[in-house]
C-alpha cells in the first residue's frame, strides 16, 4: 500500500516554516513506519513459508 503525501509551500510567514519542518519530521516517521512494514510484512511470508517447508518436510516422511 503506497501513501501519499501532500506539502504546504513555504512563504514568508514564519509560522507556515515551522508547519512545514513537522510536516517534513512527520513525514519522515511515516516513511520510516512503512519500511518498517514492510519488513514485517517479509518477515512473516518468510516464516510461513519455512512453517510450510518444515511440515512438507514432516509428512513426506511419513509417506515414503
Known amino acids: 500500500m503506497l ?8 512563504s514568508g510567514d514564519h509560522r507556515d516554516v515551522e508547519a512545514s519542518r513537522v510536516l517534513t519530521a512527520i ?21 510461513q513459508w519455512s512453517k510450510f517447508l518444515w511440515s512438507q518436510q514432516k509428512h513426506t516422511k511419513f509417506l515414503v
Open 27 to 47: 513525514i519522515t516517521k511515516l516513511e520510516k513506519l512503512q519500511e518498517k512494514k514492510l519488513d514485517v510484512q517479509n518477515n512473516v511470508r518468510i516464516n
Open 3 to 10: 501513501i501519499e503525501y501532500v506539502l504546504l509551500a513555504i
